[in-house]
């Protein structure tokens, strides 16, 4: 593994909570050799480097003679820290100035300023975590709803690496044992059983293909399910997703410091994220208006998961939203067939739609929303999902899993035919490449840096 420009033998300090969040307590993460040696020296109270790992401490960090604050200092002694460094946790007042002086201190006593994910980065370097499960760290951070929780947490105990570990292991001794074939040479000597090999290539190869399979649901669930709002202008497109948005805002509005923006064009069924795509284009009637607009419409069609597809009764007859339904259904994709304005339609009226199966909703009158609701989950079908479930959620692990079963592929035709051990060695050890990809049992510092550095500072 080449990570030489990445370990670093510098004691590193950041701020761990949310900078510039509101509440009485910040959290200073440091980490290194020296990070009990540095915070000791500013620390008044017990002697920090003669306390036991795991223990808690109170006192004042000071500069001089000045009191900077009253903290508690939780001390976590090597291996026994994330990092599996010497770490301390300094919970200061959550005072920006206070902040910034201790972290100025800090860094005056020996510290540097960690970089983003640096903390993270360092686990995974010292092998307290693997690169999936560092990943992982990330998504649960940035989990907002029951579904995504629970598939990082899956994923950050391990769940998905382990198995993956295993396998890789029984590869890598078949690997060893094609290679001393090669020793020989010309001698004709078979010492990898071939038929044992095939069957662990196929327990592999299926193996794979359910993980890359669970990629379309893990998606969903980690980032939400695409859906589009489609039909005619003025069938109350809008309307309807006002209608579905502002039931969840007067909830999620009660909550402080929740960020408008991120949940403007979310709603939350159930655990089960479901994201509008181009809801702004939508309220644009004009734009839809024009033959462009309706092309554009058919393109966000086509990223959705799933459509929820409009019509107005009182503008639409029977034989046009036949029309329409069978359009929609050439894209493939599931759709809610939806008669809205159902407030103008007599009773009576509704028989002739009923061919559609479609579900009566009013958006402007909020008739029918939660039958909506049910529907669209029904639809994405995740109910049922088992969340403990191994599950891939992340493009890049999703990409290395294909190129393991590409390469799989030719180790099981190299089976079957004349190919020599050279090569057969080869594709095995590209499979065993890819895999040890999604762990970073094979990595590079390209790789490392991209993925850490989108990371939060302080992680
Ligand atoms: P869009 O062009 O599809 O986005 O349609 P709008 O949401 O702008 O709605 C067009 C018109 O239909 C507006 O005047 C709405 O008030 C009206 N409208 C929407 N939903 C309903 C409904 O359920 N019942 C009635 N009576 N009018 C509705």
Redesign the pocket.
């Known amino acids: 593994m080449s990570t030489n420009g990445l370990i670093s033998q510098d004691t590193i300090v950041a701020l761990a909570t949310s900078p510039g969040a509101q509440g009485a307590i910040a959290v200073i993460r440091v980490s290194g050799n020296e990070a009990i040696n540095i915070v000791n020296g500013v620390f008044k109270g017990k002697d920090l480097t003669a306390q036991d790992s795991h223990t808690i401490h109170f006192g004042t960090i000071r500069e001089g003679e000045e009191i900077l604050d009253e903290v508690l200092v939780s001390l976590f002694v090597a291996p026994n820290s994330y990092t599996k460094e010497n770490s301390v946790e300094i919970s200061t007042h959550n005072s920006k100035y206070i902040i910034e002086r201790i972290i100025n201190l800090l860094i005056k006593k020996g510290a540097r300023a960690a970089r983003a994910g640096e903390f993270t980065l360092r686990a995974f370097l010292n092998g307290g975590l693997d690169l999936s499960q560092a990943e992982a760290v990330a998504d649960l951070i940035a989990s907002n709803s029951a579904a995504s929780h629970q598939v990082a947490m899956q994923q950050m105990r391990g769940g998905f690496s382990n198995q993956l570990k295993q396998l890789r292991e029984d590869l890598v001794h078949f690997a060893s044992l094609i290679e001393l074939e090669l020793d020989f040479g010309e001698e004709d000597v078979e010492f990898a059983n071939r038929d044992q090999l095939k069957s662990l290539i196929q327990k592999i190869y299926t193996v794979i293909g359910k993980l890359i399979q669970s990629f379309e649901q893990g998606n969903v669930l980690k980032n939400g399910v695409p859906v589009v709002i489609a ?10 997703l006002n209608a579905l948005l502002n039931e969840e805002r007067a909830i999620v509005s009660d909550i402080a410091g929740t960020t408008r923006d991120t949940i403007e064009d979310e709603i939350n069924i159930h655990g089960v994220t479901f994201r509008f795509i181009d809801t702004a284009g ?2 644009d ?1 004009e734009d ?1 208006i024009e033959a462009k607009g309706v092309e554009r419409t058919r393109e966000k069609m086509k990223q959705a998961r799933l459509i929820i597809y ?1 019509f107005d009764p009182t503008q639409d007859n029977i034989a046009v939203v036949q029309q329409q339904i069978s359009e929609v259904r050439d894209l493939n994709i599931p759709f809610v067939t939806i008669i ?5 339609l007599a009773e009576g009226d509704r028989a002739e739609y009923n061919v559609l199966n479609p579900l009566y ?5 909020q008739l029918g929303i939660d039958e909506l609701k049910e529907e669209l989950l029904n639809q994405v079908n995740l109910s049922n999902i088992n969340t403990d479930d191994v599950m891939v959620t992340n493009i890049r692990h999703v990409e290395a899993l294909q190129l393991t079963q590409a390469a799989l592929e030719r180790v099981l035709y190299g089976i079957d035919n004349p190919v020599t051990s050279d090569f057969l060695a080869m594709d095995i050890r590209q499979s065993l490449h890819h895999l040890g990809e999604i762990t970073g049992t094979v990595t590079t510092d390209d790789l490392l840096e991209n993925i850490f550095s989108k990371f939060c500072i302080g992680k």
């Open positions: 039909g005619k202008p003025n069938v109350g497109k809008s309307t309807l939508l309220r009637t839809v409009l809205n304005k159902s407030d103008l909703i009013s958006a402007k009158k």
